[in-house]
């Protein structure tokens, strides 16, 4: 089995706490990985350090087969990143955004010309291509910006909480866009808060207090706890966490 994440181990502290104490979880090429926690968790350090923003303070872990410590440029070329809160340029059009994100991952001038033209394609953008990114509904932009992260075909995406906010139609087309995108190769790793989305994915990690406290399949995990829904789940486990804040 191909792993494209592997952390051993992976620590960080800030003076005498410890955010991401001793993690050690394995990704596989093409899996849907939730990566769930309270607030106060650990999981946005732990992203941060998996992105090659952040370097560790002991442990190990590669990310595309690169190293967090040594590598962390290259980490960055070879992965796509989308959050809730900021993602495209809202003062550009939608053909801008992805003619900069192109140019920003090196793409040739063909590679983006034709890219462009079949995100247009597929989102059915075509009346709103000239039009700020600014002036389209939130659904849009989530999905314009799930395209724009995995533009440059990365062999994984990190979202962070990418459906907040939009409605349950939306939330259900974006996660039909996540599973077309595993299919072909694409890692996805995802938080999130909504519970049902947890359901949607191969694995899924609770975070507590700096520690993976659960990891399997969301089935695996029910079983697990006697329960029938990720909600009960993740509220078993965030019952015990003593920290209350990223």
Known sequence: MEYVIQAEKLSKTFGEFKAVDEISFQVSKGEIFGFLGANGAGKTTAMRMLCGL????????TVAGFDVYKQTELIKKNIGYMSQKFSLYEDLTVKENMQFYG??????????K??????????????????LVGSLPLGWKQKLAFSVAIFHEPAIVFLDEPTGGVDPVTRREFWGMIYQAADRGITVFVTTHYMDEAEYCNRVSIMVDGRIEALDSPHGLKKTFGTDSMDSVFLKLARGAARSAD
Not at 106 to 111: A, D, L, V
Not at 117 to 125: D, K, N, Y
């Open 54 to 61: 952040s370097i560790p303070s002991s442990g190990k872990a």
């Open 103 to 112: 140019g920003i991952y090196g793409k040739s001038n063909q590679f983006i």
């Open 114 to 131: 034709e890219k462009t033209a079949a995100i247009i394609e597929q989102l059915s953008l075509q009346n709103e291509a000239g039009k």
